[in-house]
C-alpha cells in the first residue's frame, strides 16, 4: 500500500521564492532553472553534472566557472497575465 505524500509548507515556500533563470555559456542558453538567486541557479545547473562544490569557483553575483567553462544565470521575465474577459450567462 502506498503511503499518502503530505505537502510540506516549506517546500511551499521555496517554490513561491523561485524565479525561473537562464543559464548561459558564452552566447548560448543552455538550460533553464528555478531558483532563489542566480548563483544559486547557476551552481545547480553544473551540480546537475555530479560535480562537488569544491570544483566550482564562483566569479560574481550571477556567474560561475567549472572546467574553464564560465557558465552566468539571467533572470527570465515574467510575462504580465492578462485579466479574462468577462463570461456571459
Known sequence: ?????KFSLAF???VE???????????????????????????????SFGTS??????????SVSWRGARFSAVLVPVEPTLPLPPTTS
Open 17 to 47: 521564492m523561485s524565479k525561473k533563470y537562464e543559464i548561459h555559456s558564452g552566447r548560448r542558453i543552455v538550460s533553464t532553472q528555478y531558483s532563489v538567486s542566480a548563483l544559486q541557479a547557476a551552481v545547480d545547473y553544473v551540480r
Open 1 to 5: 500500500m502506498l503511503a499518502a505524500r
Open 53 to 62: 562544490a569544491d570544483e566550482i569557483r564562483r566569479l560574481g553575483i550571477d
Open 12 to 14: 511551499a515556500s521555496y
